[in-house]
């Protein structure tokens, strides 16, 4: 049975309507992921982002060091919205990023086994999950390194964004948080199109294909409309090919390389509650 909260949460993440969420999740047995696909491949307009989904609480928080060539990012979650905004719980988020930062830990158990004031943050956490009658966790860690990495926080803390790029100096600063802002924003997959997995190719081949039939095009040329979506898909999706926000003449890429002659993206990486 196809429970109405199920609708609804179909209906947060796609933006679709209600029969259509209703119908998709029908056909999909209930999987929330295989619905969204069936709403695309029967062409109905699909959210891009499904972080609109009802999705667990907490901070996300974006630290990089003084000589700004290390950054990292954590994120703490907890249950409810009261708790994440909850001045000490964010203070503890913080804490945690802080000591990440400062040892540099490889793993989300190696930071876990540091220790605050004597105290390892594993117990910590089980302290503050006792304290305050809900579970929490370091559900995301990761480490950046590079020439120049820029922090950016959004949204009270529910987006945390570290971008790394190929030289440094105050213009190049400055470009680098606005593509901190722009990845917040846009959300992409992959820096490039050779870095997308293959799993995620496939899967909007696969939907090409199937938008293309439910439109009627003939099947001897469903490859090649598809191959053209998946091109549209690589300039939404993959960063230094999307338009830039602040001047959409002009490619992220491009923006970087006016800027400083081969300048570039080495790495970036983007954490929100509920991804």
Do not use: W
Request: aromatic share 4%.
């Amino acid at each position: 049975m196809i429970t109405a909260s199920a609708v609804n949460e179909l209906r947060k993440a796609t933006g679709a309507g209600m029969m259509d969420c209703k119908n998709a999740l029908q056909e999909t047995n209930g999987d929330m992921e295989q619905a969204i696909d069936f709403l695309r491949k029967k062409g109905a307009k699909v959210s891009a982002s499904r972080a609109d989904r009802d999705a667990a609480e907490g901070a996300v928080i974006a630290l990089a060091s003084s000589d700004k060539k290390t950054g990292v990012v954590v994120r703490l979650n907890c249950e409810t919205d009261f708790v994440a905004k909850n001045a000490d719980f964010v203070a503890f988020a913080k804490q945690i990023a802080e000591i990440a930062l400062e040892k540099r830990p490889t793993s989300i158990e190696e930071l876990k086994s540091l220790s605050i004031d004597g105290i390892s943050i594993s117990e910590r956490i089980l302290d503050y999950i006792g304290k305050i009658g809900e579970k929490i966790d370091i559900t995301v860690y990761n480490l950046v390194e590079g020439k120049l990495v820029v922090p950016y926080i959004h949204g009270e803390n529910r987006i945390g964004v570290l971008v790394a790029l190929s030289a440094n100096n105050e213009t190049i600063e400055a470009a680098a948080r606005d593509v901190a802002m722009q990845i917040a924003a846009m959300s992409p997959v992959a820096l490039d199109k050779n870095d997308v997995p293959q799993s995620i190719i496939d899967r909007e081949i696969e939907i090409g294909k199937a938008q293309a039939l439910a439109e009627g095009k003939p099947e001897a040329m469903l490859e090649k409309i598809a191959l053209g979506k998946l091109n549209k898909f690589y300039k939404d999706s993959t960063l230094l090919n999307q338009d830039f926000v602040k001047d959409s003449s002009k490619t992220i890429s491009q923006m970087l390389n006016d800027i400083e002659k081969g300048l570039t993206v080495n790495v970036f990486k983007r954490v929100q509650l509920g991804s």
